[in-house]
């Protein structure tokens, strides 16, 4: 069974960093890209960033680009996304995603994130 | 850009029932990169449907989705209990790579 379990949510004031982690288990982990959405509580998703099975080609949305770092141990079946600068508007949960075909077919429960 | 508009926003209908949600592309879709979401109050959003027909694994046949270009519909035949939530479509493309449409509400009469 797929299992894909977020970490390291929490309180931050604005400008600050934090980093998410996503553990994953029950599928070959480097065989396959995934992904980071986020929502705000009550309201709809939002794409952060994408990655490949290796790690070498990685995508952001533009609200995030230049302050997010989306990275992959592939030896670890881990993924980080390591946000700087955050701003109010970067709170909300986010969820990581195995990637396939364009589509998120295995969802994490999702971290909180409040910067405040 | 390509923006996603679902609707209604939200529907009102009872156990036993059938709806189509609508979700419209402002640019054309290729449809083997639409897919629909349910997400229920607390929980993650859970695939449904991909390549805009295609159900995911172990989802009942009363699920199923249809369309092409810009014009794409998921329609939930006999509705059961479990089934009200909110439902997203989200397409894969260029710019933005992903993006989803605002949801569809599906609330008890």
């Known amino acids: 069974e797929v299992q894909l379990v977020e970490s390291g949510g929490g309180l931050v004031e604005p400008g600050g960093s934090l980093r998410l982690s996503c553990a994953a288990s029950?599928?070959?982990?480097?065989?396959?890209?995934m992904s980071w959405v986020r929502q705000v509580p009550g309201r709809g998703l939002e794409w952060v960033s994408s990655?490949?099975?290796?790690?070498?080609?990685?995508y952001y949305a533009d609200s995030v680009k230049g302050r997010f770092t989306f990275s992959r141990d592939n030896s670890k079946n881990t993924l980080y996304l390591q946000m700087n600068s955050l701003r109010v508007e970067d709170t909300a949960v986010y969820y990581c995603?195995?990637?396939?075909?364009?589509?998120?077919?295995?969802w994490g429960q999702g971290a909180l994130v409040t910067v405040s | 850009e390509i923006v996603l508009t679902q609707s209604p926003g939200t529907l009102s209908v009872s156990p036993g029932e059938s709806v189509t949600l609508s979700c419209r592309a402002s640019q054309s879709v290729d449809s083997k990169y639409l897919a629909w979401y349910q997400q229920k109050p607390g929980q993650a959003p859970r695939l449904l449907i991909h390549?805009?027909?295609n159900r995911a694994t172990g989802l009942p046949d009363r699920f199923s989705g249809r369309g092409s270009g810009t014009d794409f519909t998921l329609t939930i035949s006999r509705l059961e209990p479990e089934d009200f939530a909110m439902y997203y479509c989200?397409?894969?493309?260029?710019?933005?790579?992903?993006?989803f449409g605002q949801g569809t509400k599906l609330e008890f009469k």
């Open positions: 989200q397409q894969y493309g260029n710019s933005p790579r992903y993006s």
């Open positions: 990655t490949t099975d290796s790690g070498g080609v990685t």
């Open positions: 390549a805009a027909s």
């Open positions: 029950g599928f070959t982990f480097s065989t396959y890209s």
């Open positions: 995603q195995r990637l396939i075909n364009g589509f998120f077919d295995s």
